[in-house]
């Protein structure tokens, strides 16, 4: 393995332990609701976690953004080099888009996880949200069955 796919294989790995890391977490947060006096503690852990999440999403839109321009810049230079500088010349469309996509393919696969990475995310915090709202119901619950 070349450093490139080291690099997209570490990416991968980082994004998938990642995502253990919170759905662990929003497994966690369901343990709260058994304990009223503990959904004060849930409160506090789950918009902080949110918090982190939505800069984790930020960060990653951030170097998808750098990824994208990257690609076009490099699309760019490599459509320049496969229609005038290229050993063979390749002269059909269909010749210059395998071109091009062989030599962006490790730029569009860490884009493509990333942009899964981000996806992940924003459905992490709409559960979260959900469980927020969870929280909100859980204490009417237990006004109304005290006769509060």
Known sequence: ?????????????????????FT??????SKYFRDLKKLIDLQILIFA???NILEKKSRLVISKIKIDKNIREKKKKAFIDA??????LLKSYNDVNIYLEAELKDEMEKLELIEMQINFLIETV??????????????????ILNGE
């Open 49 to 51: 976690d949110r918090e």
């Open 1 to 21: 393995m070349d450093t490139r796919e080291e690099k997209i294989e570490l990416l991968k790995k980082s994004f998938l332990d990642e995502q253990k890391e």
């Open 24 to 29: 662990h977490k929003v497994e966690e947060y």
């Open 126 to 143: 709409k559960t979260i949200d959900s469980i927020i709202f969870g929280i909100k119901n859980r204490i009417e619950l237990e006004r």
């Open 83 to 88: 229609k005038t500088n290229h050993e063979i």
